[in-house]
Protein backbone atom coordinates (compact mmCIF):
# COMPACT_ATOMS: atom_id res chain seq x y z
CA UNK A 1 0.00 0.00 0.00
CA UNK A 2 1.36 3.43 -1.20
CA UNK A 3 1.44 6.17 0.94
CA UNK A 4 -0.87 8.45 -0.81
CA UNK A 5 -3.77 5.36 0.19
CA UNK A 6 -2.92 5.87 3.53
CA UNK A 7 -3.68 9.31 3.43
CA UNK A 8 -7.03 8.40 1.73
CA UNK A 9 -8.11 5.97 4.32
CA UNK A 10 -7.81 8.71 7.15
CA UNK A 11 -9.57 11.06 5.37
CA UNK A 12 -12.48 8.60 4.43
CA UNK A 13 -12.25 7.45 8.15
CA UNK A 14 -13.57 11.01 9.35
CA UNK A 15 -15.85 11.33 7.20
CA UNK A 16 -17.21 7.96 8.38
CA UNK A 17 -17.21 9.67 11.47
CA UNK A 18 -18.97 12.46 10.74
CA UNK A 19 -21.72 10.60 9.40
CA UNK A 20 -21.68 7.72 12.23
CA UNK A 21 -21.01 10.55 15.06
CA UNK A 22 -22.93 10.88 17.93
CA UNK A 23 -21.60 14.23 19.29
CA UNK A 24 -23.03 17.31 18.96
CA UNK A 25 -22.09 18.28 14.72
CA UNK A 26 -20.10 21.30 15.36
CA UNK A 27 -17.28 18.82 17.25
CA UNK A 28 -17.52 16.27 14.74
CA UNK A 29 -16.85 19.17 12.04
CA UNK A 30 -13.91 20.54 14.10
CA UNK A 31 -12.59 17.12 14.56
CA UNK A 32 -12.95 16.12 10.55
CA UNK A 33 -10.88 19.51 9.99
CA UNK A 34 -8.43 18.36 12.48
CA UNK A 35 -7.86 14.94 10.28
CA UNK A 36 -7.62 16.46 7.29
CA UNK A 37 -5.14 19.14 7.90
CA UNK A 38 -2.86 16.77 8.82
CA UNK A 39 -3.53 14.51 6.18
CA UNK A 40 -2.43 17.68 4.20
CA UNK A 41 0.66 18.71 6.26
CA UNK A 42 2.08 14.93 5.74
CA UNK A 43 1.32 15.12 2.26
CA UNK A 44 3.27 18.59 1.20
CA UNK A 45 6.34 16.95 3.87
CA UNK A 46 6.74 13.81 2.22
CA UNK A 47 5.63 14.96 -0.96
CA UNK A 48 2.77 12.77 -1.43
CA UNK A 49 0.26 13.51 -4.03
CA UNK A 50 -3.56 13.61 -2.34
CA UNK A 51 -5.96 13.17 -4.79
CA UNK A 52 -8.24 14.94 -2.11
CA UNK A 53 -6.56 18.48 -2.08
CA UNK A 54 -6.88 18.33 -6.17
CA UNK A 55 -10.74 17.82 -6.00
CA UNK A 56 -11.86 20.09 -3.50
CA UNK A 57 -9.26 22.64 -5.75
CA UNK A 58 -11.45 21.45 -9.27
CA UNK A 59 -14.66 21.42 -8.14
CA UNK A 60 -14.70 24.17 -5.62
CA UNK A 61 -15.88 22.67 -2.56
CA UNK A 62 -15.49 24.84 0.52
CA UNK A 63 -16.93 24.16 4.17
CA UNK A 64 -19.87 21.98 4.73
CA UNK A 65 -19.46 20.92 0.93
CA UNK A 66 -16.17 19.57 1.94
CA UNK A 67 -17.56 17.15 4.46
CA UNK A 68 -20.27 15.95 2.19
CA UNK A 69 -17.53 15.00 -0.08
CA UNK A 70 -15.80 13.25 2.48
CA UNK A 71 -18.52 11.42 3.54
CA UNK A 72 -19.94 10.22 0.25
CA UNK A 73 -16.72 9.08 -0.75
CA UNK A 74 -16.05 6.71 2.46
CA UNK A 75 -20.22 5.56 1.75
CA UNK A 76 -19.42 4.56 -1.85
CA UNK A 77 -15.83 3.00 -0.68
CA UNK A 78 -17.78 0.76 1.89
CA UNK A 79 -20.18 -0.83 -0.24
CA UNK A 80 -23.16 1.66 1.19
CA UNK A 81 -26.01 2.57 -1.15
CA UNK A 82 -25.54 6.83 0.16
CA UNK A 83 -26.47 9.19 2.10
CA UNK A 84 -29.98 9.14 3.32
CA UNK A 85 -31.85 12.27 2.10
CA UNK A 86 -33.19 12.51 5.76
CA UNK A 87 -29.89 12.50 7.76
CA UNK A 88 -28.39 14.55 5.06
CA UNK A 89 -30.78 17.05 5.56
CA UNK A 90 -30.64 16.71 9.71
CA UNK A 91 -26.88 17.39 9.48
CA UNK A 92 -27.22 20.33 6.56
CA UNK A 93 -29.42 21.86 9.94
CA UNK A 94 -27.32 21.30 12.33
CA UNK A 95 -24.20 22.66 10.28
CA UNK A 96 -25.62 25.71 9.24
CA UNK A 97 -28.38 26.98 11.84
CA UNK A 98 -31.24 25.32 10.65
CA UNK A 99 -30.86 26.45 6.53
CA UNK A 100 -32.44 22.28 5.93
CA UNK A 101 -33.60 24.52 2.33
CA UNK A 102 -29.72 23.84 1.25
CA UNK A 103 -30.64 20.37 -0.03
CA UNK A 104 -32.35 22.05 -2.94
CA UNK A 105 -29.13 23.60 -4.10
CA UNK A 106 -26.52 20.25 -3.83
CA UNK A 107 -23.42 20.94 -5.85
CA UNK A 108 -23.58 18.82 -9.13
CA UNK A 109 -20.91 15.95 -8.01
CA UNK A 110 -23.85 14.79 -5.81
CA UNK A 111 -25.86 12.80 -7.18
CA UNK A 112 -29.89 11.78 -5.81
CA UNK A 113 -32.18 9.23 -6.50
CA UNK A 114 -34.62 6.79 -4.45
CA UNK A 115 -33.88 8.68 -1.07
CA UNK A 116 -30.62 8.64 -1.34
CA UNK A 117 -27.52 11.15 -2.05
CA UNK A 118 -24.18 9.45 -3.47
CA UNK A 119 -21.20 10.71 -5.38
CA UNK A 120 -20.78 11.38 -8.71
CA UNK A 121 -18.64 7.86 -10.76
CA UNK A 122 -16.38 10.75 -11.54
CA UNK A 123 -15.19 12.36 -8.78
CA UNK A 124 -15.07 8.85 -7.07
CA UNK A 125 -12.92 7.78 -9.84
CA UNK A 126 -10.67 10.43 -9.13
CA UNK A 127 -10.23 10.32 -5.47
CA UNK A 128 -9.55 6.85 -6.06
CA UNK A 129 -7.40 6.73 -8.44
CA UNK A 130 -8.40 4.94 -11.24
CA UNK A 131 -10.85 5.79 -14.22
CA UNK A 132 -14.36 6.17 -13.49
CA UNK A 133 -17.03 4.33 -14.01
CA UNK A 134 -19.02 6.19 -16.62
CA UNK A 135 -22.08 5.77 -18.30
CA UNK A 136 -22.63 3.90 -21.31
CA UNK A 137 -21.41 5.44 -24.33
CA UNK A 138 -19.08 7.69 -22.42
CA UNK A 139 -15.53 6.18 -22.14
CA UNK A 140 -12.25 8.43 -20.12
CA UNK A 141 -9.01 6.85 -22.30
CA UNK A 142 -5.67 7.80 -21.40
CA UNK A 143 -3.64 7.80 -24.49
CA UNK A 144 0.08 6.94 -24.82
CA UNK A 145 2.09 8.75 -26.99
CA UNK A 146 2.92 5.97 -30.45
CA UNK A 147 3.91 6.23 -33.63
CA UNK A 148 1.78 7.89 -36.24
CA UNK A 149 2.26 6.58 -40.12
CA UNK A 150 0.91 9.61 -42.52
CA UNK A 151 -1.81 11.96 -41.53
CA UNK A 152 1.19 14.75 -40.80
CA UNK A 153 -0.78 17.78 -42.33
CA UNK A 154 -4.15 16.48 -39.91
CA UNK A 155 -1.91 16.64 -36.91
CA UNK A 156 -0.39 19.84 -37.36
CA UNK A 157 -3.92 21.20 -37.77
CA UNK A 158 -4.77 19.73 -34.95
CA UNK A 159 -2.27 20.56 -32.67
CA UNK A 160 -2.69 24.62 -33.92
CA UNK A 161 -6.44 24.17 -33.07
CA UNK A 162 -5.46 22.84 -29.43
CA UNK A 163 -3.23 26.42 -29.53
CA UNK A 164 -5.91 28.80 -30.13
CA UNK A 165 -7.05 30.84 -27.18
CA UNK A 166 -10.45 30.35 -25.70
CA UNK A 167 -13.33 31.80 -27.13
CA UNK A 168 -15.34 34.49 -25.30
CA UNK A 169 -18.43 33.34 -26.27
CA UNK A 170 -20.13 29.70 -27.82
CA UNK A 171 -17.79 27.12 -28.92
CA UNK A 172 -15.33 25.81 -31.97
CA UNK A 173 -14.79 21.51 -33.12
CA UNK A 174 -12.24 20.16 -34.99
CA UNK A 175 -13.44 17.18 -36.61
CA UNK A 176 -11.57 14.06 -37.93
CA UNK A 177 -13.45 12.08 -41.03
CA UNK A 178 -12.57 9.22 -43.07
CA UNK A 179 -13.56 5.68 -43.59
CA UNK A 180 -13.89 3.05 -41.00
CA UNK A 181 -10.51 1.56 -40.08
CA UNK A 182 -8.93 4.81 -41.37
CA UNK A 183 -7.73 4.84 -37.78
CA UNK A 184 -9.60 8.33 -36.47
CA UNK A 185 -9.79 7.55 -33.08
CA UNK A 186 -6.14 6.65 -32.84
CA UNK A 187 -5.63 9.67 -34.18
CA UNK A 188 -7.40 11.57 -32.20
CA UNK A 189 -5.82 9.57 -29.10
CA UNK A 190 -2.60 10.37 -30.47
CA UNK A 191 -2.95 14.31 -30.46
CA UNK A 192 -4.21 13.88 -26.88
CA UNK A 193 -1.64 12.14 -26.05
CA UNK A 194 0.91 15.03 -27.81
CA UNK A 195 -0.71 17.25 -25.39
CA UNK A 196 -0.49 14.99 -22.23
CA UNK A 197 -4.66 15.19 -21.73
CA UNK A 198 -6.90 12.22 -21.45
CA UNK A 199 -9.66 11.58 -24.04
CA UNK A 200 -13.31 11.83 -23.51
CA UNK A 201 -15.17 10.11 -25.93
CA UNK A 202 -18.90 10.13 -26.03
CA UNK A 203 -20.16 7.47 -28.83
CA UNK A 204 -23.63 9.27 -29.98
CA UNK A 205 -24.88 6.12 -30.96
CA UNK A 206 -24.97 4.65 -27.20
CA UNK A 207 -24.65 7.82 -25.40
CA UNK A 208 -27.53 9.12 -23.53
CA UNK A 209 -26.86 12.74 -23.45
CA UNK A 210 -29.47 13.50 -20.53
CA UNK A 211 -28.53 15.88 -17.56
CA UNK A 212 -27.01 13.26 -15.67
CA UNK A 213 -24.39 12.17 -18.63
CA UNK A 214 -23.83 15.61 -19.62
CA UNK A 215 -22.77 16.08 -16.13
CA UNK A 216 -20.33 13.10 -15.68
CA UNK A 217 -19.13 14.05 -19.07
CA UNK A 218 -18.11 18.35 -17.34
CA UNK A 219 -16.84 16.59 -14.27
CA UNK A 220 -14.54 14.54 -16.16
CA UNK A 221 -13.22 17.46 -18.02
CA UNK A 222 -13.24 19.72 -14.58
CA UNK A 223 -11.15 16.64 -13.17
CA UNK A 224 -8.93 15.04 -15.64
CA UNK A 225 -8.31 17.95 -17.79
CA UNK A 226 -9.69 15.69 -20.39
CA UNK A 227 -10.62 17.17 -24.23
CA UNK A 228 -14.19 15.64 -24.62
CA UNK A 229 -14.91 14.37 -28.34
CA UNK A 230 -18.38 13.04 -30.00
CA UNK A 231 -18.12 9.68 -32.21
CA UNK A 232 -20.44 9.56 -34.46
CA UNK A 233 -21.61 6.80 -37.31
CA UNK A 234 -24.99 8.65 -38.63
CA UNK A 235 -26.55 11.47 -39.41
CA UNK A 236 -28.86 13.23 -37.29
CA UNK A 237 -27.11 12.89 -34.29
CA UNK A 238 -27.08 16.96 -33.86
CA UNK A 239 -28.42 16.98 -30.36
CA UNK A 240 -25.28 15.39 -28.29
CA UNK A 241 -23.33 18.33 -30.86
CA UNK A 242 -25.32 21.43 -29.48
CA UNK A 243 -25.42 19.84 -25.62
CA UNK A 244 -21.36 19.63 -26.35
CA UNK A 245 -21.43 22.99 -27.60
CA UNK A 246 -23.14 24.27 -24.83
CA UNK A 247 -21.02 23.02 -22.50
CA UNK A 248 -17.50 22.91 -23.67
CA UNK A 249 -15.80 26.03 -24.97
CA UNK A 250 -13.79 23.45 -27.40
CA UNK A 251 -14.57 19.56 -28.66
CA UNK A 252 -13.62 16.78 -30.73
CA UNK A 253 -16.10 14.90 -33.51
CA UNK A 254 -14.96 12.08 -35.25
CA UNK A 255 -17.36 10.58 -38.11
CA UNK A 256 -17.46 8.55 -41.22
CA UNK A 257 -16.87 9.77 -44.21
CA UNK A 258 -20.36 9.24 -45.84
CA UNK A 259 -21.68 11.19 -42.56
CA UNK A 260 -23.43 14.85 -42.88
CA UNK A 261 -22.43 16.69 -40.08
CA UNK A 262 -25.73 19.04 -38.69
CA UNK A 263 -25.28 22.47 -38.37
CA UNK A 264 -24.47 23.80 -34.43
CA UNK A 265 -25.05 27.56 -34.04
CA UNK A 266 -22.09 29.82 -32.81
CA UNK A 267 -19.47 26.62 -33.17
CA UNK A 268 -17.50 26.53 -36.11
CA UNK A 269 -16.38 23.08 -37.08
CA UNK A 270 -12.89 22.61 -38.73
CA UNK A 271 -13.36 19.32 -40.63
CA UNK A 272 -9.86 17.04 -41.94
CA UNK A 273 -10.64 14.22 -44.20
CA UNK A 274 -7.97 11.33 -43.61
CA UNK A 275 -6.48 9.54 -46.79
CA UNK A 276 -5.73 5.96 -47.15
CA UNK A 277 -1.95 5.21 -47.51
CA UNK A 278 -0.23 5.30 -50.21
CA UNK A 279 2.23 2.27 -51.29
CA UNK A 280 5.35 3.35 -49.94
CA UNK A 281 3.85 4.28 -46.98
CA UNK A 282 2.25 1.07 -46.69
CA UNK A 283 5.89 -0.08 -46.96
CA UNK A 284 7.48 1.38 -44.50
CA UNK A 285 4.62 0.20 -42.26
CA UNK A 286 4.84 -3.46 -43.18
CA UNK A 287 8.73 -3.34 -42.39
CA UNK A 288 8.48 -1.55 -39.20
CA UNK A 289 5.85 -4.41 -38.12
CA UNK A 290 7.37 -7.64 -39.62
CA UNK A 291 10.65 -6.90 -38.73
CA UNK A 292 13.13 -9.77 -39.84
CA UNK A 293 9.74 -12.04 -40.10
CA UNK A 294 9.68 -10.90 -43.85
CA UNK A 295 12.10 -13.65 -44.38
CA UNK A 296 10.07 -16.18 -43.67
CA UNK A 297 7.47 -15.58 -46.89
CA UNK A 298 7.00 -17.90 -49.08
CA UNK A 299 9.27 -17.48 -52.40
CA UNK A 300 7.87 -15.03 -54.67
CA UNK A 301 6.53 -13.02 -51.90
CA UNK A 302 8.06 -10.49 -49.57
CA UNK A 303 7.20 -6.74 -48.03
CA UNK A 304 6.54 -6.01 -51.68
CA UNK A 305 3.48 -8.21 -51.51
CA UNK A 306 2.13 -7.37 -48.23
CA UNK A 307 2.03 -3.98 -48.97
CA UNK A 308 -0.43 -4.83 -51.86
CA UNK A 309 -3.20 -4.51 -49.71
CA UNK A 310 -5.16 -1.43 -50.20
CA UNK A 311 -6.36 -0.90 -47.08
CA UNK A 312 -7.31 2.30 -44.64
CA UNK A 313 -4.33 2.92 -42.29
CA UNK A 314 -5.89 1.32 -39.31
CA UNK A 315 -7.57 -1.51 -41.64
CA UNK A 316 -3.91 -2.71 -42.85
CA UNK A 317 -2.01 -2.34 -39.17
CA UNK A 318 -4.69 -5.10 -38.33
CA UNK A 319 -3.78 -6.91 -41.49
CA UNK A 320 0.00 -6.95 -40.71
CA UNK A 321 -0.59 -7.67 -37.28
CA UNK A 322 -2.47 -10.45 -37.97
CA UNK A 323 0.52 -11.39 -41.01
CA UNK A 324 3.07 -11.57 -37.83
CA UNK A 325 1.27 -13.37 -35.68
CA UNK A 326 0.90 -15.95 -38.42
CA UNK A 327 4.50 -16.39 -39.79
CA UNK A 328 5.67 -16.34 -36.18
CA UNK A 329 3.21 -19.33 -35.93
CA UNK A 330 5.73 -20.97 -38.64
CA UNK A 331 2.94 -20.64 -41.61
CA UNK A 332 3.29 -18.42 -45.07
CA UNK A 333 1.12 -15.46 -43.96
CA UNK A 334 -1.57 -17.01 -46.72
CA UNK A 335 -4.48 -17.27 -44.29
CA UNK A 336 -4.03 -13.59 -43.25
CA UNK A 337 -6.80 -11.69 -45.09
CA UNK A 338 -6.96 -7.95 -44.94
CA UNK A 339 -10.47 -7.17 -45.09
CA UNK A 340 -12.39 -3.95 -44.42
CA UNK A 341 -15.73 -3.69 -43.59
CA UNK A 342 -17.95 -4.32 -46.75
CA UNK A 343 -21.80 -4.29 -47.80
CA UNK A 344 -23.42 -6.89 -47.88
CA UNK A 345 -24.42 -7.10 -51.32
CA UNK A 346 -20.51 -8.54 -51.89
CA UNK A 347 -19.40 -11.86 -51.01
CA UNK A 348 -16.01 -12.66 -49.36
CA UNK A 349 -14.21 -15.25 -52.42
CA UNK A 350 -11.08 -16.97 -51.09
CA UNK A 351 -8.14 -15.86 -52.82
CA UNK A 352 -5.78 -19.40 -52.34
CA UNK A 353 -5.62 -20.81 -55.86
CA UNK A 354 -2.35 -20.15 -57.82
CA UNK A 355 -0.96 -19.81 -61.37
CA UNK A 356 -0.08 -23.41 -61.18
CA UNK A 357 -3.24 -24.25 -60.65
CA UNK A 358 -5.07 -22.74 -63.57
CA UNK A 359 -4.89 -24.74 -66.64
CA UNK A 360 -5.00 -22.65 -69.45
CA UNK A 361 -3.57 -22.05 -72.94
CA UNK A 362 -0.05 -20.35 -72.89
CA UNK A 363 -1.28 -17.26 -74.67
CA UNK A 364 -4.03 -16.66 -71.74
CA UNK A 365 -2.16 -17.62 -68.92
CA UNK A 366 0.91 -15.29 -70.13
CA UNK A 367 -1.72 -12.74 -70.42
CA UNK A 368 -2.93 -13.21 -66.60
CA UNK A 369 0.41 -12.85 -65.60
CA UNK A 370 1.26 -9.69 -67.59
CA UNK A 371 -2.24 -8.42 -66.36
CA UNK A 372 -0.99 -9.12 -62.77
CA UNK A 373 2.33 -7.39 -63.19
CA UNK A 374 0.77 -4.37 -64.58
CA UNK A 375 -2.11 -4.09 -61.81
CA UNK A 376 0.97 -4.11 -59.17
CA UNK A 377 2.58 -1.34 -60.97
CA UNK A 378 -0.03 0.80 -61.54
CA UNK A 379 -0.08 2.67 -58.17
CA UNK A 380 3.65 3.69 -58.47
CA UNK A 381 2.87 5.09 -61.91
CA UNK A 382 -0.13 6.94 -60.64
CA UNK A 383 1.81 8.13 -57.27
CA UNK A 384 5.51 8.38 -58.72
CA UNK A 385 4.51 9.09 -62.28
CA UNK A 386 2.01 11.61 -62.02
CA UNK A 387 -0.76 10.06 -64.16
CA UNK A 388 -2.91 10.11 -60.68
CA UNK A 389 -2.73 13.75 -61.09
CA UNK A 390 -2.68 14.24 -64.74
CA UNK A 391 -6.07 12.20 -65.45
CA UNK A 392 -7.90 11.81 -62.29
CA UNK A 393 -10.76 10.37 -63.72
CA UNK A 394 -11.19 6.83 -65.11
CA UNK A 395 -7.77 5.33 -64.14
CA UNK A 396 -9.17 1.81 -63.31
CA UNK A 397 -9.13 -1.15 -65.11
CA UNK A 398 -12.02 -3.07 -66.23
CA UNK A 399 -11.27 -6.78 -67.36
CA UNK A 400 -13.50 -9.21 -69.33
CA UNK A 401 -13.37 -13.07 -69.16
CA UNK A 402 -15.20 -14.67 -71.61
CA UNK A 403 -15.94 -18.30 -72.84
CA UNK A 404 -18.03 -21.65 -72.44
CA UNK A 405 -19.30 -22.40 -68.69
CA UNK A 406 -16.55 -24.25 -66.48
CA UNK A 407 -12.93 -23.26 -68.18
CA UNK A 408 -11.90 -21.57 -65.08
CA UNK A 409 -12.99 -17.90 -65.58
CA UNK A 410 -14.04 -17.47 -61.46
CA UNK A 411 -10.96 -19.43 -60.76
CA UNK A 412 -8.26 -16.78 -63.02
CA UNK A 413 -9.99 -14.51 -60.74
CA UNK A 414 -9.24 -15.79 -57.39
CA UNK A 415 -5.47 -16.46 -58.90
CA UNK A 416 -5.28 -13.00 -59.39
CA UNK A 417 -6.13 -11.94 -56.17
CA UNK A 418 -3.94 -14.01 -54.79
CA UNK A 419 -0.97 -13.09 -56.68
CA UNK A 420 -1.75 -8.96 -55.89
CA UNK A 421 -2.08 -10.02 -52.56
CA UNK A 422 -5.86 -8.53 -52.46
CA UNK A 423 -9.43 -9.22 -51.37
CA UNK A 424 -11.35 -10.27 -53.92
CA UNK A 425 -15.36 -9.68 -53.46
CA UNK A 426 -18.22 -11.27 -55.65
CA UNK A 427 -21.00 -8.82 -56.42
CA UNK A 428 -24.41 -10.65 -55.16
CA UNK A 429 -26.73 -10.17 -57.80
CA UNK A 430 -29.97 -11.21 -56.01
CA UNK A 431 -28.92 -7.79 -53.66
CA UNK A 432 -27.99 -5.63 -56.65
CA UNK A 433 -31.29 -5.48 -58.89
CA UNK A 434 -34.14 -4.19 -57.79
CA UNK A 435 -38.11 -4.40 -59.24
CA UNK A 436 -38.38 -1.12 -57.37
CA UNK A 437 -37.12 2.19 -59.91
CA UNK A 438 -34.71 4.03 -58.39
CA UNK A 439 -32.79 1.11 -56.08
CA UNK A 440 -30.72 -0.77 -58.36
CA UNK A 441 -28.76 2.27 -58.87
CA UNK A 442 -28.83 2.74 -55.40
CA UNK A 443 -27.79 -0.55 -54.85
CA UNK A 444 -24.75 -0.20 -57.84
CA UNK A 445 -23.49 3.47 -55.98
CA UNK A 446 -23.20 1.02 -52.61
CA UNK A 447 -21.29 -1.28 -53.70
CA UNK A 448 -18.67 0.73 -55.38
CA UNK A 449 -18.82 3.43 -52.62
CA UNK A 450 -17.85 0.60 -50.32
CA UNK A 451 -15.49 -1.26 -53.20
CA UNK A 452 -13.39 2.09 -53.44
CA UNK A 453 -12.99 2.29 -49.42
CA UNK A 454 -11.23 -1.75 -49.24
CA UNK A 455 -9.50 -1.13 -52.35
CA UNK A 456 -10.91 -4.77 -53.39
CA UNK A 457 -11.13 -6.54 -56.57
CA UNK A 458 -14.86 -6.33 -57.57
CA UNK A 459 -15.94 -9.76 -59.53
CA UNK A 460 -19.21 -9.37 -61.71
CA UNK A 461 -19.84 -13.53 -61.89
CA UNK A 462 -22.68 -13.99 -65.18
CA UNK A 463 -21.93 -10.37 -65.73
CA UNK A 464 -24.40 -10.38 -69.05
CA UNK A 465 -27.42 -10.47 -66.71
CA UNK A 466 -26.89 -6.61 -65.46
CA UNK A 467 -24.69 -5.25 -68.74
CA UNK A 468 -27.07 -6.62 -71.16
CA UNK A 469 -27.56 -4.48 -74.18
CA UNK A 470 -29.64 -1.18 -74.06
CA UNK A 471 -32.87 -1.62 -75.69
CA UNK A 472 -35.23 0.68 -77.82
CA UNK A 473 -37.49 2.72 -75.72
CA UNK A 474 -41.09 1.23 -76.14
CA UNK A 475 -42.49 1.84 -72.40
CA UNK A 476 -41.31 3.60 -68.67
CA UNK A 477 -39.71 0.07 -67.84
CA UNK A 478 -37.19 -0.04 -71.08
CA UNK A 479 -35.92 3.60 -70.06
CA UNK A 480 -35.30 2.86 -66.96
CA UNK A 481 -33.24 -0.30 -67.61
CA UNK A 482 -31.45 1.55 -69.83
CA UNK A 483 -30.49 4.11 -67.37
CA UNK A 484 -29.87 1.55 -65.11
CA UNK A 485 -27.02 0.16 -67.74
CA UNK A 486 -25.80 3.52 -68.26
CA UNK A 487 -25.23 4.41 -64.27
CA UNK A 488 -23.22 1.03 -64.21
CA UNK A 489 -21.35 1.96 -67.14
CA UNK A 490 -20.32 5.56 -65.47
CA UNK A 491 -19.44 3.74 -62.47
CA UNK A 492 -17.39 0.84 -63.99
CA UNK A 493 -15.41 3.57 -65.37
CA UNK A 494 -15.11 6.02 -62.56
CA UNK A 495 -13.76 2.80 -60.21
CA UNK A 496 -10.13 3.15 -59.26
CA UNK A 497 -9.80 -0.32 -58.76
CA UNK A 498 -9.97 -3.26 -60.73
CA UNK A 499 -12.82 -5.15 -61.37
CA UNK A 500 -13.39 -8.39 -63.28
CA UNK A 501 -16.44 -9.62 -65.53
CA UNK A 502 -17.47 -12.66 -66.09
CA UNK A 503 -19.73 -14.33 -68.97
CA UNK A 504 -20.63 -17.16 -70.65
CA UNK A 505 -22.62 -14.77 -73.32
CA UNK A 506 -20.36 -12.05 -75.11
CA UNK A 507 -22.59 -11.37 -77.44
CA UNK A 508 -25.27 -10.09 -74.92
CA UNK A 509 -22.98 -7.01 -73.71
CA UNK A 510 -23.48 -4.07 -74.71
CA UNK A 511 -21.22 -2.31 -77.21
CA UNK A 512 -20.67 1.15 -75.73
CA UNK A 513 -19.28 -0.93 -72.77
CA UNK A 514 -16.98 -3.23 -74.58
CA UNK A 515 -15.20 0.22 -75.76
CA UNK A 516 -14.92 1.25 -71.77
CA UNK A 517 -13.37 -2.50 -71.42
CA UNK A 518 -9.42 -2.13 -70.42
CA UNK A 519 -8.62 -5.98 -71.29
CA UNK A 520 -10.58 -8.92 -73.12
CA UNK A 521 -9.63 -12.39 -72.06
CA UNK A 522 -11.03 -15.57 -73.93
CA UNK A 523 -11.02 -18.57 -72.03
CA UNK A 524 -11.39 -21.14 -74.53
CA UNK A 525 -12.90 -24.95 -74.10
CA UNK A 526 -9.56 -26.97 -73.34
CA UNK A 527 -7.59 -29.17 -75.80
CA UNK A 528 -6.64 -32.66 -75.20
CA UNK A 529 -3.49 -31.94 -74.00
CA UNK A 530 -5.02 -29.36 -71.61
CA UNK A 531 -7.74 -32.31 -70.14
CA UNK A 532 -5.05 -34.53 -70.10
CA UNK A 533 -3.29 -31.96 -67.41
CA UNK A 534 -6.53 -31.36 -65.56
CA UNK A 535 -7.32 -35.23 -65.37
CA UNK A 536 -3.46 -35.91 -64.16
CA UNK A 537 -4.01 -32.93 -61.49
CA UNK A 538 -7.85 -33.10 -60.67
CA UNK A 539 -7.14 -35.80 -57.82
CA UNK A 540 -5.92 -34.98 -54.02
CA UNK A 541 -2.72 -36.87 -53.38
CA UNK A 542 -4.81 -38.76 -50.30
CA UNK A 543 -7.37 -40.08 -53.09
CA UNK A 544 -6.57 -43.67 -53.89
CA UNK A 545 -6.35 -44.36 -57.70
CA UNK A 546 -6.62 -47.44 -59.41
CA UNK A 547 -3.29 -47.89 -61.66
CA UNK A 548 -5.79 -48.32 -64.52
CA UNK A 549 -6.94 -44.92 -64.91
CA UNK A 550 -5.72 -43.47 -67.93
CA UNK A 551 -5.51 -39.47 -67.70
CA UNK A 552 -4.51 -39.33 -71.65
CA UNK A 553 -7.19 -41.66 -72.46
CA UNK A 554 -9.86 -39.81 -70.93
CA UNK A 555 -8.82 -36.22 -72.32
CA UNK A 556 -8.39 -38.06 -75.72
CA UNK A 557 -12.05 -39.52 -75.34
CA UNK A 558 -13.82 -37.15 -73.78
CA UNK A 559 -14.15 -33.10 -74.74
CA UNK A 560 -14.71 -31.38 -71.27
CA UNK A 561 -14.34 -28.00 -69.66
CA UNK A 562 -12.27 -27.91 -66.41
CA UNK A 563 -15.78 -27.81 -64.17
CA UNK A 564 -16.68 -30.84 -65.96
CA UNK A 565 -13.66 -32.74 -65.03
CA UNK A 566 -14.10 -32.06 -61.83
CA UNK A 567 -17.33 -32.92 -61.25
CA UNK A 568 -16.61 -36.25 -63.11
CA UNK A 569 -13.86 -36.41 -60.61
CA UNK A 570 -15.82 -35.91 -57.29
CA UNK A 571 -18.54 -38.35 -58.39
CA UNK A 572 -15.96 -40.96 -59.21
CA UNK A 573 -14.58 -40.32 -55.75
CA UNK A 574 -17.74 -40.24 -53.56
CA UNK A 575 -18.95 -43.56 -55.79
CA UNK A 576 -15.29 -45.53 -54.76
CA UNK A 577 -15.82 -44.14 -51.43
CA UNK A 578 -19.45 -45.26 -51.21
CA UNK A 579 -18.13 -49.04 -52.39
CA UNK A 580 -14.98 -49.53 -50.08
CA UNK A 581 -12.50 -49.12 -53.37
CA UNK A 582 -9.78 -47.27 -54.92
CA UNK A 583 -11.04 -44.62 -57.37
CA UNK A 584 -11.06 -46.61 -61.20
CA UNK A 585 -12.35 -46.34 -64.81
CA UNK A 586 -15.84 -47.24 -64.46
CA UNK A 587 -16.51 -44.62 -61.41
CA UNK A 588 -14.19 -41.83 -63.74
CA UNK A 589 -16.92 -42.86 -66.57
CA UNK A 590 -19.76 -42.90 -64.65
CA UNK A 591 -18.85 -39.62 -63.94
CA UNK A 592 -18.73 -38.63 -67.44
CA UNK A 593 -21.92 -40.19 -68.50
CA UNK A 594 -23.46 -38.04 -65.70
CA UNK A 595 -21.45 -34.72 -67.11
CA UNK A 596 -23.10 -35.54 -70.59
CA UNK A 597 -26.13 -36.00 -70.08
CA UNK A 598 -26.61 -32.78 -68.04
CA UNK A 599 -24.86 -31.43 -71.04
CA UNK A 600 -27.88 -33.02 -73.33
CA UNK A 601 -24.44 -34.50 -75.66
CA UNK A 602 -24.54 -37.85 -76.68
CA UNK A 603 -21.53 -40.39 -77.32
CA UNK A 604 -19.93 -41.65 -80.53
CA UNK A 605 -19.32 -44.96 -81.55
CA UNK A 606 -15.94 -44.61 -79.94
CA UNK A 607 -16.91 -43.17 -76.71
CA UNK A 608 -19.23 -46.18 -76.51
CA UNK A 609 -17.31 -48.66 -77.05
CA UNK A 610 -15.02 -47.25 -74.41
CA UNK A 611 -17.57 -47.12 -72.00
CA UNK A 612 -18.95 -50.68 -72.50
CA UNK A 613 -15.33 -51.88 -71.86
CA UNK A 614 -15.45 -50.86 -68.09
CA UNK A 615 -19.17 -50.15 -67.38
Same mark, same amino acid.
Given at each position: ?123 ? $? ?7 ? +???? !???? *? =?? #? /? ?62 ? $? ?7 ? +???? !???? *? =?? #? /? ?62 ? $? ?320
Amino acid at each position: MNYTEVLNRRIRKAGMDFVRGRSDALLRKDAFFGVLSEAREEAAQTGTFLPWTEAVELLGAEGTERILLCALWALKASGEAGLELAVLRSLLAELEEGNAGSIDSLPPWVLADAGYVRLSPAVY $GWLEGRAPD +LPEG !LELL *F =PS #V /KKVYGQEEVRKDAEAFFALPDMEEGSRAFCISGVKGSGRQYLMEQVCAAEQLPLLLADADVFRC $GPRGLNEAV +LCVR !LYGA *F =PC #V /KMEKEGQERILQNFASCFGAFGILKDQGTELGGVPGCPVIVRELSAPDRRLRKQMAEDVLGDLA $GRFPAGQGIDHAARQQLPTGAYLRYLESLRAELELGGTGRTAQGKASVSPRLNLLAANRTFEELILPPAQKGLLKKLCAMIAAREDVMEQWGFGEKFSYGNGLSLLFYGAPGTGKTMAAQVMANELGTPLYRVDLSQLISKYIGETQKNIGRIFDEADRCGCILLFDEADAIFAKRSDVSDAQDRYSNAETAYLLQRIEQYGGVSILATNLLQNFDDAFRRRISYMVHFPLPDAELRTQLWEGIFPEHTPVSPEVDCRMLAQAFELSGASVKNAAMHAALLAMAEGAPVGMRHILDGVQNEYGKQGKSFSPSQKELMDAFL
